[in-house]
């Protein structure tokens, strides 16, 4: 148990257009969703945590209107790159935690997101 | 006092032996270490987690020694296979409530055959 499936695993796209990424948790039901951010051969950099139903928490340092959180239902969180750059390309990972806070977090296997 | 540090940056370790990798921290709040394991391409899998209640965690081949008083723990792997050949990120939860984790920087093994 404790699947979280991630789409997609691969974008290529021209600058400036935005990109949806999903994060769905199979098997069970997520409270809260975590959206980090990995540079290759560095750690994951947590971006922002969303329950469902609320606004997303973002971390210091994060542009919210840059990268938009929904967190809709408790199986769906999305990640939306608006006006995406090249320098925003990067391994974006979701993770997903059910019930009490000090469950494990879940990971997706991650979306590479290649901005031309 | 939020970091978690963790050694070290890079591992090769012989076929049948044991790698250890360790990691400390600072907030005596945290009360949630996992360790993850990261193949290239691919998201954290969770390895083995302990709480701080407990001196040592075995599951198979892995365990993780706690130190409370030191705050450190270590993940020794027994056996390492090539298979092993990861990234293996060592973490901690925020209190209150765990909202976040914060992870190690990272250690990346090989194991030679």
């Known amino acids: 148990g404790a699947v979280v499936s991630q789409h997609p695993s691969w974008v290529i796209c021209k600058s400036g257009t935005s990109v949806k990424i999903e994060c769905r948790s199979l098997?069970?039901?997520?409270?809260?969703m975590f959206w980090y951010r990995q540079f290759p051969k560095q750690s994951l950099m947590l971006m922002a945590t969303?329950?469902?139903?609320?606004?997303?928490?973002?971390e210091q340092g994060v542009e919210k209107d840059k990268f938009l959180i929904n967190h809709a239902s408790l199986t769906l969180s999305t990640l939306t790159v608006t006006s995406a750059h090249p320098e925003d390309s990067s391994f974006y990972i979701c993770?997903?935690?059910?019930?009490?806070?000090?469950?494990?977090?879940?990971f997706g296997d991650g979306t590479r997101l290649s901005i031309l | 006092q939020q970091q978690v540090k963790q050694s070290p940056q890079s591992l090769i370790v012989q076929k049948g032996g044991i790698s250890i990798i360790n990691c400390a921290y600072e907030?005596?709040?945290?009360?949630?270490f996992p360790w993850y394991q990261q193949f290239p391409g691919k998201g954290p899998a969770l390895l083995i987690a302990?709480?701080?209640?407990?001196s040592e965690k075995k599951e198979g081949r892995f365990t993780i020694s706690f130190n409370k008083s030191a705050k450190q723990f270590s993940l020794h792997i027994m056996d390492s296979q090539p298979g092993d050949s990861a990234t293996y990120f060592c973490?901690?939860?925020?209190?209150?409530?765990?909202?976040?984790?914060?992870f190690g920087a990272g250690t990346r093994l090989f194991v030679k055959a």
């Open positions: 973490a901690a939860s925020v209190p209150p409530g765990g909202f976040k984790t914060i």
């Open positions: 302990i709480r701080p209640d407990v």
């Open positions: 969303s329950n469902e139903g609320s606004k997303a928490t973002y």
């Open positions: 993770s997903a935690r059910r019930g009490q806070p000090n469950q494990p977090q879940h």
């Open positions: 098997d069970f039901q997520a409270t809260t």
């Open positions: 907030n005596t709040a945290f009360d949630y």
